[in-house]
Nanobody
Framework: QLQLEESGGALVQPGGSLRLTCAAS????????ISWFRQAPGKSREGVSC????????DYADAVKGRFTISKDDDKNTVYLQMNNLKVEDTAIYYC?????????????WGRGTQVTVSS
């Protein structure tokens, strides 16, 4: 059974940091790109970051460039999203998703999400 499970969401103050984890099971991330999406209340889902299957290429939404870093650990079959200098507008449910290539318009497999709240 192919599964993605997110963790690491929390309540953090503006300017703080969090690291989200996306653990894959039932398939190898050697063959899949992993994207992070987020959805804030009342807003549509948006792509945040993506890393290709080989880990050699990454992509970021303009809103998070310079603050977020995506990485992967093939031994652990896991992808991370390091989020620094968090802003109130980063508050959302964050989802990881798998696809054959990086594509913010679609994904084949989805996790259930983890809540990130940035508030003072």
């Amino acid at each position: 059974q192919l599964q993605l499970e997110e963790s690491g969401g929390a309540l953090v103050q503006p300017g703080g940091s969090l690291r989200l984890t996306c653990a894959a099971s039932g398939f190898s991330l050697d063959y899949y790109a992993i994207s992070w999406f987020r959805q804030a209340p009342g807003k549509s889902r948006e792509g945040v970051s993506c890393i290709n299957s080989s880990g050699t290429s990454t992509d970021y939404a303009d809103a998070v460039k310079g603050r977020f870093t995506i990485s992967k650990d093939d031994d652990k079959n896991t992808v991370y999203l390091q989020m620094n200098n968090l802003k109130v507008e980063d508050t959302a449910i964050y989802y990881c998703a798998g696809s054959l290539v990086c594509d913010f318009s679609m994904a084949d497999y989805w996790g259930r999400g983890t809540q990130v709240t940035v508030s003072s």
